[in-house]
């Protein structure tokens, strides 16, 4: 697998509930990022790892938001108590992490619906 | 909130035909990024072009930039189906902090 994967493709939940999205960046690339976007809307940056840490996270909404990159490969996202509001469709990309925002490389997304 | 907004929201074109997109932004930047994105996949980066350069070409894709007035545009030429898809500018501002624009749709007609 060459490029950046999300899992699950799809997630339905309830209000109120915890859910966790994964990223799988690609091999190698030591920048990660996480967006969020909405119908009709460009992609909006929530939190940026480079390596383990989280060297930007100025972009998640509330606390309700929690993102963990702990080997400095995989990341997950991690929503508590979901509102309707948190419905969107959750993007991570990659880069080689030699500039900021260098040229990232998209996975398909994770399409959140809260109820 | 988004700093970039693109120009026109929505474009219909024949196929051979060139396609032009313009984003307007609003704080200094270091850099301009174009990606694509097809219905219901995710972003691929198209083109970068640094705050010091004023063209960069790659393929059938031309992009300009104007730091005077603060905007680009990319040029797409002899366009193709394969092309329809929303484009979407994004900057890193002076202050490393990173936004796309509202996008442009793309419709080409074959």
């Known amino acids: 697998g060459a490029g950046v994967s999300q899992t699950p493709s799809n997630k339905v939940t309830e209000k109120g509930k915890y859910v966790e999205l994964r990223c799988d960046p690609i091999s190698g690339h030591t920048a990660l990022y996480w967006y969020r976007q909405s119908l009709g809307q460009g992609p909006e940056f929530l939190i940026y790892?480079?390596?383990?840490?989280?060297?930007?996270d100025s972009g998640l909404p509330n606390d309700r938001f929690f993102a963990v990159r702990p080997e400095g490969s995989v990341s997950t996202l991690k929503i508590q108590r979901t509102e309707r509001g948190d419905s969107a469709v959750y993007l991570c990309a990659s880069s080689l992490g030699l500039g900021l925002f260098d040229e990232q490389f998209f996975g398909p997304g994770t399409r959140l619906t809260v109820l | 909130s988004q700093q970039g907004e693109e120009d026109p929201q929505a474009l219909s074109i024949q196929e051979g035909e060139n396609a032009t997109m313009n984003c307007s932004y609003k704080?200094?930047?270091?850099?301009l990024q174009w990606y694509r994105q097809n219905s219901g996949r995710g972003l691929v980066h198209l083109i970068l072009?640094?705050?010091?350069?004023r063209e960069k070409h790659s393929g059938r894709l031309r992009v300009t930039l104007d730091t005077s007035k603060k905007s680009s545009s990319l040029l797409i030429t002899a366009s193709r189906a394969a092309d329809t898809a929303s484009y979407f500018c994004a900057t890193v501002n002076t202050g490393n902090q990173f936004y796309f624009g509202t996008g442009t749709s793309l419709t080409v007609i074959p």
């Open positions: 790892f480079q390596g383990t840490g989280a060297a930007d």
């Open positions: 072009i640094r705050s010091n350069e």
């Open positions: 704080t200094s930047i270091n850099n």
